[in-house]
């Protein structure tokens, strides 16, 4: 769902008929190149590039901390389109496996998320057809800007979700943990704590619901998706280290479900754009001319 919806919206008819079936078998494993070593959350700062040769781009360049990286077999790659003044002219290249020139480096070891394999890519004078270019050249900017709303609302989902989880989790642990006499659950710091999570939780999944339902309507913008993320991610962070703190030592241990759960969520404040950034998207907005309350 996090790169199928490019070829819905900006893909020719012809691209869909040839790329997705395999994807939708489980054929074909898709992926999208955004970060590089130099260019994270400021896309704008890409240095891979694809210039127009004709009936092909010549594509260069190198990504990393690609999601499927390893294992795609489609992947959509992000390019400063070659020879422009224009920072934001970015060109979408639909490149696929056994291309010439087109290398995958190792596959990065992370904090958590083990299962999901991480890499680097690297694009050395790939000749991508013009039948593999997405949209139109020059305006793959603002197609991602597109996608990056849903991405990000897609990851609020799951990260109030895991939130959640996290809380009955923890729950649970203090309704049998004992100390002085007592269990956790009884007093009332833990009581406190664990209002104030289930509160915020609870908000947060009705602004998500309401996020879902712009989405339907098809009014869901790059700053309310912003929000989204931000909101869902930091709740999921303070509900993680509560949970991680009320555990105790056993907090710490592998064999409990919140410890793993606490290191394969410390990304979320990070990908598909850093808290920072989030808020820079909702400020700009704010003092725009088109502001306005999407409660309103």
């Excluded at 849903?150 to 895991?162: D, H, K, P, Y």
Aim: charged letters at 25%; one cysteine or more; a negative charge.
């Amino acid at each position: 769902r996090l790169v199928g919806p490019y070829f819905d919206k900006f893909a020719t008819e012809e691209q869909r008929e040839r790329f997705l079936p395999g994807c939708v078998s489980g054929e074909k494993i898709l992926a999208i190149a955004m970060t590089e070593p130099d260019a994270g959350s400021d896309l704008a700062g890409m240095r891979s590039h694809a210039k127009d040769m004709g009936d092909h781009f010549l594509l260069n360049g190198s990504k990393t901390y690609i999601s499927n990286g390893i294992n795609a077999d489609i992947v959509i790659v992000a390019a400063k389109l070659a020879d422009s003044d224009n920072p934001h002219a970015v060109v979408l290249c639909i490149v696929e496996r056994g291309m010439e020139g087109f290398e995958r480096g190792r596959n990065l070891e992370k904090m958590g998320q083990s299962a999901q394999d991480t890499a680097e890519l690297f694009f050395n004078n790939v000749k991508v057809p013009r039948e593999n270019i997405m949209g139109e050249p020059g305006k793959g900017f603002i197609y991602l800007m597109t996608g990056l709303a849903e991405e990000r609302l897609q990851a609020a989902v799951g990260f109030i979700s895991n939130a959640r989880h996290a809380f009955d989790i923890t729950r649970d642990f203090c309704m049998e943990r004992k100390m002085f006499g007592k269990t956790l659950a009884g007093m009332q710091n833990t009581q406190f704590k664990m209002a104030e999570m289930d509160m915020e939780i609870e908000m947060a999944e009705v602004y998500v619901d309401h996020c879902v339902e712009l989405l339907n309507k098809e009014r869901l913008t790059g700053e309310i998706g912003a929000k989204a993320k931000y909101l869902a991610s930091e709740i999921e962070w303070r509900m993680l280290d509560l949970g991680v703190q009320l555990h105790g030592g056993a907090g710490f241990m592998k064999e409990y479900a919140i410890c793993n759960l606490f290191t394969g969520s410390r990304v979320n404040r990070i990908y598909a754009g850093t808290s920072e950034v989030m808020k820079l998207i909702v400020g700009r907005h704010i003092f725009s001319e088109a502001y306005s309350s999407t409660l309103v």
